[in-house]
């Protein structure tokens, strides 16, 4: 099962504002239950814990990602010539994984995955008893199509607040209700009509 999906900003700068990470888009399949307080939640709680919760998870990958280039020798994503296309984008994007202990920031432990794709981070928080291969494949496929129908690979953040509905029917396919799907290219060339038979509404 996956808890949530988001698209942030991995901004290569350590000062100012080009150290902020932005949260662009995200979405929560489930919620967890909130440990009532004696005085009881106040009104927007649990929103603005999500927020933060996202937040969290949107630095950490920005720095995983940062640590990663830094590695393998890469420069920053402004340098680097544009990919030739979004395929191959996504084919050379960095990738990473990490764990997320219980209470630092979700009650229960998560496994985050993450693509890092120029100055886009693509990522998947999940519960720890998920199938990490099938994640992964999921997480490149909804990346692939986050590219190729929004255009995403302009300036970090360009039109994904508007384009929120388009993300929101990719997920709907390729993420239903939060569960993993065992797609082959015939499964996925389907649901790629359907979608763009969809969006063309």
């Excluded at 808890?3 to 290569?12: A, D, N, Q, V, Y």
């Excluded at 662009?24 to 239950?33: D, H, K, N, V």
């Excluded at 296309?85 to 990473?96: L, P, S």
């Excluded at 886009?120 to 199938?131: D, I, R, T, W, Y």
Aim: proline residues 6%; aromatic residues 6%; neutral net charge.
């Amino acid at each position: 099962m996956v808890h949530s999906f988001l698209i942030h900003t991995l901004c290569p700068g350590s000062a100012g504002s080009a150290s902020v990470c932005r949260v662009l888009y995200s979405r929560a399949f489930y919620s967890e239950p909130l440990v009532l307080l004696p005085g009881g939640l106040v009104p927007g709680a649990e929103r603005l814990l999500q927020k933060e919760q996202v937040a969290v998870v949107a630095r950490q990958v920005k720095s995983a990602c940062t640590l990663s280039r830094q590695a393998a020798g890469k420069h920053s994503p402004e340098s680097c010539p544009p990919p030739s296309d979004e395929a191959a984008a996504v084919q050379e994007a960095d990738c990473g994984m990490f764990r997320l202990v219980a209470g630092e920031p979700f009650q229960g432990e998560k496994t985050v995955l993450w693509l890092g794709v120029l100055s886009l981070g693509f990522s998947l928080v999940c519960e720890p008893h998920e199938n990490l291969l099938l994640a992964e494949s999921s997480l490149r496929t909804l990346t692939q199509h986050c590219l190729d129908h929004l255009r995403l690979l302009g300036p970090p953040g360009t039109d994904v607040l508007l384009k929120a509905d388009r993300i929101e029917a990719l997920l709907d396919r390729f993420l239903p209700h939060g569960q993993l799907l065992f797609a082959n290219h015939r499964f996925i060339h389907s649901l790629d009509k359907e979608l763009a038979a969809s969006m063309a509404k």
